[in-house]
């Protein structure tokens, strides 16, 4: 089955550790998205990867940074400089960034106490 | 910045047409409208998209209006499962902002029995 993964589901961490969330897709699609919903509120863009070897900076990048090594595979690290990392975060890819349909995964909550 | 306006909550009884408005004043002429759901802690879930014309799929119906300043997202016969957040999202087409979604508040659609 095709489709887009996101790992672990839920995730705890102490305040002050990087942490590293999973995104993995084996739909052959160019672009991945990391995306970040918080209650009550749409979602937001992190980061955003057009091709392999090279992304861009979404709305809300600060304390955040990923890695496109692979095709398949577009990791977020939530640095220890994100002031509020809790949050609902979610994975997306598409064929390419115009006019095409997105996929997500089903998000990975991440608490930090 | 989101282009799209939204009521915040409607609701419809089960089997019957649920018809959610959403306002795109500002589009420009080769932006798409997307329609996605989100049922709650899942990842959004594409559901149709459009350019001028209206659309349909096993889904949903779109209709645009002739100077696609506004929409309407159709589910013809809602069941219980449909009760989610719908987000309607004008799709970025040129600029640093190329292809981005951008995701408002949506609107609750809470589907009665």
């Known amino acids: 089955d095709g489709g887009i993964t996101q790992s672990p589901k839920y995730l705890f961490r102490k305040e002050g550790q990087n942490v590293t969330l999973s995104c993995e897709q084996n739909l052959n699609h160019d672009a991945m998205y990391w995306y970040r919903q918080d209650p009550g509120q749409g979602l937001r863009l992190i980061y955003y990867?057009?091709?392999?070897?090279?992304?861009q900076k979404g709305d809300i990048a600060e304390g955040y940074s990923v890695s496109r090594e692979k095709k398949e595979s577009f990791p977020l690290t939530v640095t220890s400089a994100q002031k509020n990392p809790t949050a609902f975060y979610l994975c997306?890819?598409?064929?390419?960034?115009?006019?095409?349909?997105?996929?997500f995964g089903q998000g990975t909550r991440l608490t930090v106490v | 910045d989101a282009k799209t306006t939204q009521p915040t909550s409607m609701d419809c009884a089960e089997g019957r047409a649920a018809n959610l408005p959403c306002n795109h004043s500002t589009i420009s002429g080769n932006e798409y409208v997307y329609w996605y759901r989100q049922i709650h802690s899942q990842g959004p879930q594409y559901i149709i998209h459009?350019?001028?014309n209206n659309e349909t799929n096993e889904m949903a119906s779109l209709i645009i209006t002739e100077d696609r300043k506004s929409s309407t997202l159709i589910l013809p016969h809602a069941t219980l499962r449909d009760t989610a957040v719908y987000y309607c999202?004008?799709?970025?087409?040129?600029?640093?902002?190329?292809?981005?979604?951008?995701f408002g508040r949506g609107t609750q659609l809470t589907v009665w029995p």
């Open positions: 997306a890819s598409s064929m390419g960034v115009m006019n095409t349909e997105a996929f």
């Open positions: 459009g350019l001028k």
């Open positions: 999202i004008v799709r970025v087409s040129r600029g640093s902002t190329l292809g981005r979604l951008y």
């Open positions: 990867s057009q091709i392999v070897n090279d992304f």
